[in-house]
């Protein structure tokens, strides 16, 4: 059972340009969740996505930031107009639901955006 | 709104020595409580983790976990660090619904030979 992938793993970025990383979380799991790291910090919490539904984005940015989580193929981050400050490691997570409920959730190995 | 503290942002122990990393949450109900790992470069790994019962859970690599309601703590331990030990601990609280887990800030783990 392949774990959960992300790519690209390094992702390059000019001010003003999109960023796209996308996620395909480990098989049977139907959450995917959505963190930002910056250098010396914790995770950030962004977005929490079930196929086809945003359940929880009070941690994104309200502009230029966007996900999806479509009915055929991975999950969609995407940073429009990027800038300095996005600079940062993305991680996505996915989980399982057992009985109903949503467990621990298991991570990617993160994309590391550079904005130059 | 839950939160997790972890004090220390850095910890060096030497190698053979005990490990204790602190964690504290914030949580309105029952806490689902967890450990990661992170060496450098990589995502996070699953140590262990805390729904309900035995208040001390075992994890991987030797690691255990004691879950103090009372002191709202769930501290991580290791008996003997080895080298490979050296990383960034992340200690989570999540709900019912694990749809609002959040992260503390993470202990960087230092191991002298």
């Known amino acids: 059972n392949a774990g959960v992938m992300q790519n690209p793993r390094h992702l390059v970025r000019r001010r003003g340009q999109e960023a796209r990383l996308r996620c395909s979380p480990m098989k049977g799991h139907s959450h995917v969740y959505w963190y930002r790291q910056l250098p010396e910090e914790g995770l950030k919490f962004m977005v929490y996505l079930q196929k086809e539904n945003i359940i929880d984005e009070s941690g994104m940015p309200k502009e230029r930031f966007s996900a999806e989580f479509p009915k055929e193929g991975p999950s969609i981050l995407r940073i429009q107009q990027v800038v300095r400050g996005d600079s940062a490691a993305y991680f996505c997570?996915?989980?399982?639901?057992?009985?109903?409920?949503?467990?621990?959730?298991?991570f990617g190995p993160g994309t590391r955006l550079t904005v130059t | 709104a839950q939160s997790v503290t972890q004090p220390d942002i850095h910890i060096t122990v030497s190698e053979g020595a005990s490990l204790e990393l602190r964690c504290n949450y914030s949580y309105g109900a029952t806490p689902y409580l967890f450990w990661y790992v992170q060496s450098p470069g990589q995502g996070l790994q699953l140590l262990l983790k805390?729904?309900?019962?035995?208040?001390l859970v075992q994890g991987i690599k030797g690691f255990e976990a004691e879950f103090k309601r009372s002191q709202s703590s769930f501290n991580l331990r290791k008996p003997s660090v080895h080298w490979s030990d050296a990383a960034e601990y992340f200690c989570a609280v999540g709900g019912y619904n694990n749809n609002d887990m959040r992260f503390g800030a993470g202990t960087r783990l230092t191991v002298k030979p």
């Open positions: 997570a996915s989980s399982p639901i057992v009985g109903g409920l949503a467990y621990e959730q298991y």
């Open positions: 805390y729904f309900s019962g035995d208040t």
